[in-house]
């Protein structure tokens, strides 16, 4: 297909799974391709709903729901991929008890696409990461954790390329440092590559060699801090050619994406939807053309 410009009018939407609001972006574009991202982060192994009586959050979240959130969307537009920003693990007895293979089985049925690495999702090790990657059906894209010398070694993807409706999707995964945050002894020769170069290295290619209509960072970096850590928003400030940061990490609710310049002026979205698989993001996007981006939102009842 030829290489069209990136975009878009998007529509950028921040679902919640089961009672509560779909924050969905309403757009009559004429367009030609129509392509929806949805997304988790920070699930945590939270498998049921919140029982009733919870004070924050009562009826709210589980798999359930999610998946036929899923389902339902995947139904509308089949152009759909689904993937989560890390911390899949650790949080319910759930983990505690089966260590991450409930959780690996239930994104499979729901049919994840791929997920980056959080820093919880060492918490039973890296031998206890692998130890779960039988009963995961999706890729595991990260890009700046360098596991040449662990037993992770060839068990997850720098990038990968994804296809729908003739548009080119390239998606790459970012951590966030562990040292400091982890135990050495459970992510042990692991070795962080400075997520800024790396981002900037593999954009570049996804973009400019390997065609990417689309530009995708699963990242679990973190929103901002106040602090020169590297975060989501710095990201996307000094880098080119992502598109999209699906972000985790801080916990962060966004009622709708963050827009954002990049460091040659041109739009970056940036979103995250909080944890314990509350919300389902959605975001869709129109791409032609033009190579404009527009984002607005509202809530309505699912």
Do not use: W
């Amino acid at each position: 297909m030829k290489r069209r410009n990136f975009i878009q009018q998007t529509s950028a939407a921040t679902a919640l799974v089961g009672l509560g609001g779909l924050l969905s972006l309403s757009f009559a574009p004429n367009t030609q391709k129509h392509i929806t991202i949805l997304h988790t982060n920070d699930v945590h192994s939270h498998i049921e709903p919140f029982p009733p009586d919870d004070s924050r959050n009562p009826n709210m979240g589980g798999v359930a729901r999610r998946a036929s959130l899923i389902e339902k969307i995947k139904m509308e537009n089949p152009n759909t991929l689904l993937f989560d920003a890390g911390d899949i693990f650790q949080g319910t007895p759930y983990f505690n008890f089966y260590g991450g293979e409930l959780e690996f089985k239930l994104m499979s049925k729901m049919k994840y696409d791929a997920t980056t690495i959080g820093n919880h999702d060492f918490d039973n090790g890296i031998d206890g990461l692998y130890a779960q990657l039988p009963h995961a059906d999706f890729d595991f894209i990260i890009s700046n954790y360098d596991f040449s010398n662990t037993i992770m070694d060839g068990h997850t993807r720098d990038y990968k390329i994804f296809k729908k409706d003739e548009v080119k999707i390239g998606v790459f995964g970012l951590g966030i440092e562990l040292k400091g945050l982890v135990n050495d002894s459970l992510y042990k020769e692991t070795r962080y590559l400075n997520p800024i170069e790396i981002a900037q290295d593999t954009a570049r290619n996804l973009k400019q060699r390997e065609n990417c209509d689309l530009v995708i960072c699963l990242s679990h970096l973190g929103y901002s801090y106040k602090s020169d850590k590297i975060s989501d928003m710095k990201l996307a400030k000094n880098t080119e050619n992502i598109d999209l940061i699906i972000g985790g990490h801080t916990h962060t609710f966004l009622d709708k994406p963050t827009v954002t310049r990049n460091k040659i002026g041109k739009e970056v979205l940036v979103n995250q939807v909080g944890c314990y698989g509350l919300y389902l993001g959605r975001i869709d996007f129109y791409l032609d053309d033009r190579s404009s981006l527009k984002a607005n939102g509202l809530k309505i009842e699912v």
